[in-house]
T-cell receptor, first 112, second 111 residues
Framework: NAGVTQTPKFQVLKTGQSMTLQCAQD?????MYWYRQDPGMGLRLIYY???????DKGEVPNGYNVSRLNKREFSLRLESAAPSQTSVYFC???????????FGSGTRLTVV | GENVEQHPSTLSVQEGDSAVIKCTYS??????FPWYKQELGKRPQLIID?????GEKKDQRIAVTLNKTAKHFSLHITETQPEDSAVYFC??????????FGTGTRLTIIP
């Protein structure tokens, strides 16, 4: 039981490049989330998926897109990376009958 | 709007003393209040949570208290130890399926 798995762990992009952050959970959770963490700003929600087939914007969605590929996988795509997207990205999931999140180990992204 | 304020942003306490971190929230629809601990370079991990029908919950050295009237909840850590040094985040759900987090408190335990 791996929990929530994120790949890659580290990534450096040049401005304008694109990439997809992958997230998969093996706990049969319904809901999945993408947050970014910046110093002094806590964790801010980018997008979430309350169930397979649905996605919704969070607090800071601009510059990102998501895909809920199936119940296990929820990916985050940066189409044209900008230095302001330099951050640590966390994926999280939770079951339908509980609010407690399980987080992945994070992806540290640097855009130069 | 959905806002969570967390104080203080940094806190240093002597080993063995108690630490208290407080959060206030803006919407009375909130019914779930978790606390997460994040060690340096690691993922946030849930350490304790409380629902709106309970005023206090304890788990060994940590406790959470909730005052729904005043819209605030607090994390209490007693008999602090060096391994308690970390960043702590409060959060709440504002009655929906997503969590909004506070900005974090960096707790340092001084040996």
């Amino acid at each position: 039981n791996a929990g929530v798995t994120q790949t890659p762990k580290f990534q450096v992009l040049k401005t304008g490049q694109s990439m997809t952050l992958q997230c998969a959970q093996d706990m049969n959770h319904n809901s999945m989330y993408w947050y970014r963490q910046d110093p002094g700003m806590g964790l801010r929600l980018i997008y979430y998926s309350a169930s397979e087939g649905t996605t919704d914007k969070g607090e800071v969605p601009n510059g990102y897109n998501v895909s809920r590929l199936n119940k296990r996988e929820f990916s985050l795509r940066l189409e044209s990376a900008a230095p302001s997207q330099t951050s640590v990205y966390f994926c999280a999931s939770r079951p339908g009958d509980s609010y407690g999140y399980t987080f992945g180990s994070g992806t540290r992204l640097t855009v130069v | 709007g959905e806002n969570v304020e967390q104080h203080p942003s940094t806190l240093s306490v002597q080993e063995g003393d108690s630490a208290v971190i407080k959060c206030t929230y803006s919407d009375s629809a909130s019914n779930y209040f978790p606390w997460y601990k994040q060690e340096l370079g690691k993922r946030p991990q849930l350490i304790i949570d409380i629902r709106s029908n309970v005023g206090e919950k304890k788990d060994q050295r940590i406790a959470v208290t909730l005052n729904k009237t005043a819209k605030h909840f607090s994390l209490h850590i007693t008999e602090t130890q060096p391994e308690d040094s970390a960043v702590y985040f409060c959060a709440t759900n504002f009655g929906n399926e997503k969590l909004t987090f506070g900005t974090g408190t960096r707790l340092t335990i001084i040996p």
